[in-house]
């Protein structure tokens, strides 16, 4: 695919958070994959994109890792304080693009902990997203059957998985939708677990674009064990 076929864009990544669910006092973007960590993985998608803007890396106020990474000197990559949830922390990265992205800039937010998203997937989300009006999201199809449970843990419903899709990152919105969707979603108290959610709340529907399912965010301790031997090998 012609890079002029590409628009350009800037990423947010939020980065605050502790990973507590991997049961370490390492925060998990901070894990080392082969001979880089989690995030430094994360963001080298980016870096090696010729239509980048630049990169808002969104990180606690706490963070004693980020200083020491080389890719923290980086030109093209800025930070800012991340927020208690990942809306707050989303905004902050939008709040310092503020000056720079106009209003029709295309923002790609990606988790700081998704370390495998290929280039072909994000060239197949920059081109078919921004033909679209909203935006959109990678998204794979559910492979397993999916129930749904009472408060009891007994399931009450198993649901159609033809219609039913998992949401992953890169999501993909214009800054000035973006920024408005996530004001008004902390301003009603909604938890927003992803971008597209807080669009979906302001009455728009974002296109899903399937991309691979092993763009897999770590989150439990197996996830992380699956990985080690990729990065290990194409290192």
Same mark, same amino acid.
């Given at each position: 695919?012609? /890079?002029?076929?590409? @628009?350009?864009?800037?990423?947010?990544?939020?980065?605050?958070?502790?990973?507590?669910?991997?049961?370490?006092?390492? @925060?998990?973007?901070? !894990?080392?994959?082969?001979?880089?960590?989690?995030?430094? $993985?994360?963001?080298?998608?980016?870096?090696?994109? @010729?239509?980048?803007?630049?990169?808002?890396?969104?990180?606690?106020?706490?963070?004693?890792?980020?200083?020491?990474?080389?890719?923290?000197?980086?030109?093209?990559?800025?930070?800012?304080?991340?927020?208690?949830?990942?809306?707050?922390?989303?905004?902050?990265?939008?709040?310092?693009?503020?000056?720079?992205?106009?209003?029709?800039?295309?923002?790609?937010?990606?988790?700081?902990?998704?370390?495998?998203?290929?280039?072909?997937?994000?060239?197949?989300?920059?081109?078919?997203?921004?033909?679209? #009006?909203?935006?959109?999201?990678?998204?794979? @199809?559910?492979?397993?059957?999916?129930?749904?449970?009472?408060?009891?843990?007994?399931?009450?419903? #198993?649901?159609?998985?033809?219609?039913?899709?998992?949401?992953?990152?890169?999501?993909?919105? $214009?800054?000035?939708?973006?920024?408005?969707?996530?004001?008004?979603?902390?301003?009603?108290?909604?938890?927003?677990?992803?971008?597209?959610?807080?669009?979906?709340?302001?009455? !728009?529907?974002?296109?899903?674009?399937?991309?691979?399912?092993? /763009?897999?965010?770590?989150? $439990?301790?197996?996830?992380?064990?699956?990985?080690?031997?990729?990065?290990?090998?194409?290192?």
């Amino acid at each position: 695919m012609k /890079n002029n076929q590409l @628009p350009s864009f800037w990423v947010v990544i939020p980065a605050a958070g502790i990973g507590s669910r991997m049961r370490s006092t390492t @925060p998990k973007q901070y !894990f080392t994959l082969g001979n880089l960590t989690v995030l430094e $993985h994360t963001l080298a998608c980016f870096l090696d994109h @010729p239509q980048l803007l630049g990169i808002v890396v969104c990180l606690s106020k706490d963070d004693q890792y980020w200083s020491g990474l080389s890719v923290s000197k980086h030109p093209l990559i800025q930070v800012a304080e991340g927020g208690g949830e990942r809306a707050d922390s989303v905004l902050s990265g939008l709040m310092a693009l503020s000056e720079q992205a106009k209003p029709e800039d295309w923002i790609l937010v990606h988790d700081a902990a998704r370390p495998n998203l290929t280039r072909e997937d994000l060239d197949k989300l920059l081109f078919v997203a921004s033909k679209d #009006t909203v935006g959109g999201l990678l998204a794979t @199809p559910a492979r397993d059957t999916l129930k749904q449970i009472d408060s009891h843990g007994r399931v009450t419903k #198993t649901l159609d998985r033809k219609v039913i899709w998992q949401a992953l990152t890169p999501q993909m919105f $214009h800054f000035q939708q973006l920024t408005c969707a996530l004001q008004h979603a902390c301003k009603m108290g909604m938890i927003i677990t992803d971008e597209a959610s807080a669009i979906e709340a302001m009455g !728009f529907s974002p296109l899903l674009v399937e991309g691979r399912s092993d /763009n897999l965010k770590i989150t $439990h301790p197996e996830d992380l064990q699956w990985l080690v031997p990729y990065f290990v090998k194409i290192q």
